[in-house]
């Protein structure tokens, strides 16, 4: 069977962010699978140029240049979720656990399996094909870590697994520099400059071709904090290497002493993080910038510009998260609809800058007579709505009657500007549309009964029809 899907769904992850770190993993493994070809090529040729890339760099290990082929492939191969996937994934993984444990079981002399023997004639003297002793250590950790992958129920291994690959990386990169600096061999990780790049980068890949993974998360979520790991992790693990390499050359070409060394060090050290705290401020502050102005358009979205009230569309949203909370918690909330009577009458008579001023003051009257948690929104025209959260049809008449008489008690310009009200409590069965058509047939029986009054849906037929 293939491995399982990995296409994150969750809200808080940026697929675009999700298709780069895969898009990073796989460009990794075809640079790995040319050069390690290219490498073994030169091995079985004898040829230490085409072993070196044609640039003259100290040629990888044979078994090593053999190791770095499996990773490669095994890492395109997992990359599409094929039914031959995780088949390849064991195969690739059992196969690199061999190469390393076969290579280590050379180093302490228990078989002769001639890698020692297979020697490449290079400018820096004759290399033997066998990998180093901590190469070997490394790639056992590498074909864990493959297996891991294997076993997606088991993330936190391959996570804990890929920080240890990670810190081998680190540390072959940093000795490398040390060594290049002294122009003496280290004991630690000896890795020629190819295989130490190959390991970081791969390293790095293999927790790129599936970043949903705790371990990658963060680097992959939407917001702030993804944002920051994407530009900030990979200098944070590569700045502590570059220093290392710029200290040795500093302390080998220029001759300084110690504890000009200690002083430089702290400067370089303290600057770099001055300059990273510096760069999170600034990100941060225009960040919060972009999210307001993103608050600023969503307001104005859900805003009727005229009366400063929530829009048709902002309270369809709350209505449908309201009528979903009464099923889910059974949690009464009820319906008030408003028109304004003989609107229309107003604005031919006063004309439609007066009717504005009407709209403008309804909007200030609405909105400072309801409670926090209740809505009021124009739904369109001269019709208004209101949302009473957590109450029962009681409540919401005696809100209803009290809005009424703020209306007789308002001082309008021209002339006295009523308004009719029909209520209406969720039932079980409502969903958005059949409450507003329960409150819009109380409305159109405020209308018929004379206007300027408050009806209860309950009192009226199912059949009644809308005010016009």
């Known amino acids: 069977m293939p491995l399982p899907p990995h296409d994150p769904t969750p809200a808080d992850i940026d697929p675009g962010a999700v298709r780069a770190f895969r898009t990073y993993a796989m460009l990794v493994a075809w640079i790995t699978l040319v050069i390690g070809l290219l490498t073994l090529l030169g091995w079985l040729l004898d040829s230490v140029v085409l072993a070196g890339l044609f640039v003259g760099l100290p040629p990888m290990h044979g078994i090593t240049a053999c190791a770095f082929l499996v990773v490669a492939v095994t890492l395109l191969a997992i990359r599409h979720d094929r039914r031959w996937s995780v088949p390849l994934c064991l195969f690739g993984a059992l196969a690199l656990g061999g190469l390393a444990v076969a290579n280590l079981a050379e180093h302490f002399g228990l078989v002769d399996l001639g890698f020692a023997r297979w020697v490449l004639a290079s400018h820096h003297g004759p290399l033997s094909a066998r990998m180093p002793l901590m190469s070997g250590f490394v790639f056992v ?67 790129a071709i599936r970043p949903e993974t705790p371990l990658g998360r963060i680097s992959v979520a939407r917001g702030i904090g993804g944002s920051f790991a994407r530009r900030l992790l990979l200098p944070a693990l590569l700045l502590p290497m570059v220093y290392a390499w710029l200290l040795q050359w500093t302390r080998a070409y220029l001759g300084i002493d110690d504890v000009a060394l200690i002083a430089l060090s702290a400067v370089v050290t303290g600057g770099s993080v001055a300059s990273l705290v510096w760069y999170v401020a600034a990100s941060s502050e225009r960040a919060e910038q972009q999210q307001a102005q993103v608050r600023r358009l969503t307001d104005v979205a859900r805003t009727d510009a005229l009366t400063g009230l ?149 009192q009226q037929p199912a059949t009644a029809q809308s005010a016009s």
């Open 141 to 207: 950790l590498f074909s864990l870590r493959t297996l891991a992958f294997c076993r997606p129920g088991q993330a936190w291994i391959g996570d804990a697994l890929a920080v240890l690959l990670l810190g081998a990386s680190m540390v072959a990169l940093a000795t490398l520099g040390v060594t290049v600096a002294k122009g003496e061999p280290s004991t630690l990780i000896p890795a020629t400059p190819i295989a130490a790049v190959l390991l970081f980068t791969n390293s790095l890949a293999w927790i």
């Open 310 to 458: 929530p829009n048709r569309r902002s309270f369809d949203e709350t209505l449908a998260r309201l009528v979903q909370r009464r099923r889910e918690n059974d949690r009464n909330f009820c319906l008030l609809m408003l028109d304004l009577d003989h609107f229309k009458r107003y604005n031919d008579s006063f004309g439609h800058p007066a009717g504005d001023v009407v709209l403008r003051r309804v909007g200030a009257l609405l909105r400072h007579g309801l409670r926090p948690d209740d809505l009021a929104a124009r739904y369109g025209g001269e019709e208004f709505v209101v949302l009473l959260a957590d109450s029962a049809e009681p409540v919401a008449l005696q809100t209803a009657e009290r809005i009424r008489h703020a209306f007789l008690a308002e001082d309008w310009p021209h002339r006295p500007v009523t308004v009719s009200i029909g209520v209406a409590q969720v039932r079980a069965e409502d969903d958005a549309q059949s409450l507003v058509a329960r409150a819009d047939a109380a409305l159109y029986a405020a209308k018929q009964q004379g206007r300027n009054r408050v009806v209860s849906a309950d």
